[in-house]
Every structure is written in C-alpha cells, then in structure tokens.
C-alpha cells in the first residue's frame, strides 16, 4: 500500500527512502490575483503533503486592515506596516519603539494566540492524511525589527540595551508559550522563523547570532523533540555559516534559498538535515528556461539526496513563471519514476 503523505514526510525526515519527494507548493497572495487559473492548475496536479493547521482561536487577532493590500497594517504586536503592492507585504516606515525605556509598552504581546481551540486543531489533523504543521511561526530576530526598526535595531545588538534585553526574553518567553501549547496537539511538525542573510553572509556577526539567537532557537527545538514533533526553520539569504549551529541543535528541516550559497556548498550537510526546498527565485522561477529547472531540480536530487533529506518545495512569488513552478514539481516526480 502506498504511503500517505504522512507516512511520505516522515520517511524523507527521517531518511528512509521514500517513493518521491514529499511536495509542498508556498504561494504569495500575488499569484492568486495574476495567475490564478495557473495556481488553481498546479495545485491541482501536485497535492502537497504538508499543510499547516489553522490557529482556531476563541479570541479574535488584534491585526488591522490586509498584509497584502495597498495601504497600512497593523500586525498583532502593534507594527505599522504601508504597502504601495497588492499581493505581497509592506514595509515598516515608522517604527513603534524608538526609545526603549518611553515606547516599550505601546507593544501589543498578541495573547489572544494562545487561545487556540485545542479540541479543532486536533480534529483538523484526525480528517487529514497530510503531514501537519503548527499554526504558530516564532519570529525573533524579524519581530523585533519591526518593532525598532532594521538600523536601530542592528545597534541595539551591538550595544546591547538592558531594556531591549529585557523586551527580548518576554517576547522569547512568550513564544515559548506558544509553542508548548501547539506541542501538545496532535500536529506533526512545529515551525520557525527569521531571514538571516544577504545575498553573501550572514546579516550579523555569527559570533553575535550563537550568543543572542541560538539558545533561542535551541528552546523551540527541544520544545518540539520534547514533545516528539519534527520543527523545521525558514530562513532568506546566505545561511551557511549557521548550518552546522542548526544541525547541532538538531533541527530536522531547514527551508533556505540553495542556489545562494551554493548546493555544492551545502553537500557537507546532507543526511544530516532536510533541505525544505527551495529552487532559486530570485533568478530560475522568473528567468529561466525550463531545461534550466530541470537541471536546477537534479543538482540538488544528485548533491542533497541522501535516502530522503529533499523536500520538493517552492515559492510561486512576485514574477515567478507559471511553467516554471509546474516544473519543478513535474521534474521531481520525474526523478522519481513517476
């Protein structure tokens, strides 16, 4: 009997040959609006095997007005966000703490997320095959510069203010909260997040990220082993140097943008942690030919595969090629004998 899409993730985390690699299609609410007969299709044609569990929440969200949209949001810890694009997310032009010890209590800790109706969330996973992820996603490092500001912020971590140290562990402990709550439902799988890197390092001195970021990540992954779940990370730009942090901390999967560092680069890695995607969409997915996805999806099959360790992942975003994301899909199902 063939394995479900469960049974599917699991064996690729846990490297045991599965039949294919597990699919997963991410989409930005821009494909929807410009290429919504060409999303409808893809999704259609792949199924994806992993799907995150809505929040379910008894308390409605503090958020204001639509992330996508022109105009401005207010995300549920209290940040502005003004947008000129429909379909992607704006930016944050005036930051809510610009003094420490004056703004720190405008900041909205979103509480109403730990009212997730626990009794849905696992009756969502009892109706599904599909391998699930938590309806939470930590965001240290991104949160706090929404807060402050990116430069501010970036000063704040070298000069290392009692009150944004302060303002850090409630944030941190806040979200271990949320995902201790989330461990104890019947979701496969918990996630987190930041974007750590440029286009060629590391945003931050690594040094500065073991010290600062890493014991907070090592929380929510023992949260998540403690609980016997996998977690998996998502991260943009050029993550090599915390690779061997990541794999030490034990994460089972981690989501990062391949074609900037280099596969060859992250082959030392392979059989040790899953690659969660991606195929480059900064150039392939809005660029490229569709012999260009096709060797792009064998070089990290030949250079990442290990008896599992690949998930078939991409993002369909602002310019990416319809025909370019359906291939992607349509050459791992290749690879695979489909």
């Known amino acids: 009997m063939a394995a479900t899409p469960r049974e599917l993730v699991l064996q690729t985390l846990n490297f045991e040959g599965p039949a294919r690699a597990p699919r997963q299609l991410w989409w930005l609410p821009w494909a929807e609006i410009y290429h919504p007969a060409e999303l409808a299709e893809i999704r259609a044609a792949f199924p994806t095997d992993i799907e995150g569990a809505p929040g379910f929440l008894r308390e409605p969200a503090f958020a204001k007005g639509d992330s996508c949209e022109p105009g401005v949001f207010i995300d549920d810890w209290g940040a502005e966000f003004v947008n000129i694009q429909r379909g992607v997310v704006g930016e944050v032009k005036n930051p809510l703490i610009r003094d420490w010890a004056a703004d720190v209590e405008r900041v909205h800790v979103p509480r109403e997320w730990l009212s997730v109706d626990t009794d849905k969330v696992n009756e969502f996973c009892a109706d599904s095959d599909k391998f699930i992820m938590a309806g939470c996603c930590p965001r240290p490092f991104e949160q706090m510069q929404f807060l402050r500001g990116t430069a501010d912020f970036y000063l704040d971590l070298l000069m290392q203010p009692p009150e944004m140290a302060a303002f850090l562990a409630v944030m941190h402990n806040f979200y271990c909260d949320q995902m201790e709550l989330w461990a104890k439902t019947d979701v496969d799988a918990l996630m987190f997040m930041d974007d750590w890197g440029s286009q060629q390092s590391l945003l931050i001195d690594p040094a500065l990220w073991r010290d600062v970021f890493k014991p907070l990540y090592r929380d929510y992954i023992q949260i998540a082993h403690g609980a016997g779940k996998k977690i998996f990370m998502h991260s943009d730009g050029h993550t090599l140097d915390i690779y061997p942090d990541l794999v030490e901390l034990g994460l089972d999967a981690f989501n990062s943008q391949l074609f900037c560092m280099g596969v060859d680069k992250l082959e030392p890695f392979a059989g040790k942690i899953t690659f969660w995607g991606e195929i480059d969409r900064q150039h ?17 099959y030949q250079t990442l595969w290990k008896n599992g360790g690949c998930i078939a992942q991409c993002e369909f975003g602002a310019a990416a090629n319809p025909g370019n994301v359906r291939e992607v899909f349509a050459h791992w199902d290749r690879l695979a004998g489909l």
């Open 284 to 300: 392939l997915l809005p660029e490229g030919s569709a012999g260009d996805i096709r060797q792009a999806v064998e070089q990290v």
